[in-house]
Nanobody, 123 residues
Framework: QVQLVESGGGFVQAGGSLRLSCAAS????????VGWFRQTPGKEREFVASISRFASTTYYADSLKGRFTISRDNAKNTVYLQMNSLKPEDTAIYYC????????????????WGQGTQVTVSS
């Protein structure tokens, strides 16, 4: 098992930046691929980005490429999401999720979730 705690959300004006962190505990962090997802009221949770166990592979939602960057530091048991040029439509609760083993494109989904962190972007 792994426990995940997100942080770094907040209120920012359009065009600004935020860096989210996902801190893990409980198991060998490098055993887990990790992803970021987001959700707004009334909508399904959507994929944002994911990263493999040793950061050799990353995937992004097509609409977010070039603005968001996912990275990880296994020595600190932490995955980051750097968000630049934020837009009001990026407003959401951002969740990190983890799954043991190989990351793959498409139907990959986490087994473990954090509680989420709110990001609000004003116009």
């Amino acid at each position: 098992q792994v426990q995940l705690v997100e942080s770094g959300g907040g209120f920012v004006q359009a065009g600004g930046s935020l860096r989210l962190s996902c801190a893990a505990s409980g198991s060998t962090f490098s055993s887990f691929a990790v992803g970021w997802f987001r959700q707004t009221p009334g909508k399904e949770r959507e994929f944002v980005a994911s990263i493999s166990r040793f950061a050799s592979t990353t995937y992004y939602a097509d609409s977010l490429k070039g603005r968001f960057t996912i990275s990880r530091d296994n020595a600190k048991n932490t995955v980051y999401l750097q968000m630049n040029s934020l837009k009001p439509e990026d407003t959401a609760i951002y969740y990190c999720g983890a799954r043991s083993g190989t990351l793959y494109r498409g139907t990959w989904s986490p087994d473990y979730w954090g509680q989420g962190t709110q990001v609000t972007v004003s116009s």
